[in-house]
């Protein structure tokens, strides 16, 4: 194993910093900071096709990940989740070409592991020794998985009405879970200050450089299971917006290299009507979004009201000629039921959220049937069972 790592860069600026050194945002623009590689190098001395001979996990791609010494990598095997064709559902919505990227195979049972085993490996090779995680619940639970196996201890902040399996995992791993009466954001200023406080490393999203580098692993295997190509169309379920960001910088990685040819996925990202703040800042052509007041819904991963990369969000969307849309909390669930039934798989709110999305889009006619389209399915149903039980599809419904 072998990083390609170079420097970080400031988005905003793009004045550079040390790898190798700790860091959170820039101290330039205050923004985020991005892991930049020696790719002209990699192109020189690397070759995709040593990726299909490795183990079936997101550190496959190492070259491309920040960690520098195999020891210092933190993982439970997180990545190399499958892109299943939604054969049935393709048919029934008239499409040539649909599949599911099934985030919720991977451990904690969603895709937060893929960036909270990045930024944990990379911290414990930087001498980290303990860490704080604001959550609306996953990445609570993952960092309370990863903090363990890297033995390192870890205060988990969330919501009080955040999902009851996510309080469990936390404790279970041997986390400090702390409840937070308000939202994420409220979550995220107390861990921050406690970070500060007691000298430990916050794990928020983005305001560290490294969980994107994880969720980009995502984008790497989409390339690679479709033999080195991109989809035309990614729908991603969008709180904070850490995988719309990482699988666009890794598209572009793949293209630098040469590894990939053509344009990158439109990237859509998809909200629920009671906290869009994206949707409604790509509506009103705005660069940044307002936080969205009293945010509501069944969804907790998309109870963001003020995502720290607003910026790096609508970016990705518009460069790609993407869009955003709303859609009802009762969708969400109707669509949970239908992934289910039609697929097999036990999508969690935000990833059935995708399908509501689709199809949208296709009446819209924004997306047409020959495009090959991928909807991100970030995290197991099973976690959202007590939701199964009290919400029920409206055709159902009395």
């Known amino acids: 194993m072998f990083s390609y790592i170079d420097h970080l860069e400031c988005t905003q600026c793009g004045n550079t910093y040390p790898h190798d050194q700790i860091s959170k945002i820039s101290d330039c623009c205050g923004k985020v900071l991005f892991a930049r590689y020696d790719l002209p190098r990699l192109r020189r001395e690397g070759n995709r096709d040593v990726f299909a001979s490795r183990d079936s996990n997101m550190w496959r791609f190492s070259e491309l990940m920040p960690v520098t010494e195999h020891d210092h990598v933190v993982t439970l095997g997180e990545g190399g989740t499958p892109l299943l064709a939604a054969t049935n559902l393709q048919k029934k919505l008239g499409l040539k070409s649909l599949y599911i990227k099934e985030e919720g195979l991977n451990p904690t049972g969603t895709f937060k592991a893929r960036g909270i085993s990045a930024a944990v490996s990379k911290a414990a090779e930087l001498g980290i020794t303990g860490f704080t995680m604001p959550s609306a619940g996953n990445a609570a639970g993952a960092a309370a998985a990863y903090c363990a196996r890297a033995a390192r201890p870890v205060k988990v902040f969330m919501p009080q009405d955040a999902p009851p399996a996510n309080k469990k995992e936390s404790v279970m791993a041997g986390s400090e879970l702390n409840l937070v009466d308000g939202l994420i954001s409220d979550a995220g200023r107390i861990a921050v200050a406690v970070a500060e406080e007691q000298d430990l490393f916050d794990l928020s999203t983005l305001k ?59 990237f859509i990202a998809v909200q629920p009507t009671g906290c869009q703040p994206i949707v409604k800042a790509f509506n009103d052509g705005a660069d940044t979004a307002e936080p969205w007041a009293n945010a509501t819904t069944v969804a907790d991963g998309l109870r963001v009201p003020g995502p720290f990369a607003d910026y ?6 518009r460069e790609t000629g993407g869009t955003a849309l709303a859609i009802e909390d009762q969708d969400m669930v109707d669509a949970m039921y239908e992934i289910a039934t039609e697929e097999g798989i036990i999508a969690c709110p935000e990833g059935a959220a995708t399908l509501v999305g689709l199809k949208k889009l296709l009446e819209q006619g924004f997306l047409g049937a020959d495009e090959t389209i991928v909807l991100l399915n970030t995290g197991s149903g099973y976690k959202y069972l007590d939701l199964i039980r009290t919400v029920m599809p409206s055709s159902m419904q009395t």
């Open 312 to 317: 790096l969000i609508l970016k990705a969307i």
């Open 208 to 266: 560290e450089p490294y969980r994107a580098e994880g969720k980009k692993t995502m984008g790497l295997e989409i390339a690679m299971q479709l033999g080195w190509k991109m989809p035309d169309a990614i729908i991603y379920p969008t709180g904070g917006g850490t995988g719309i960001i990482g699988m666009y910088k890794g598209f572009q990685e793949l293209l630098e290299l040469g590894w990939i040819e053509g344009t990158p996925p439109k």
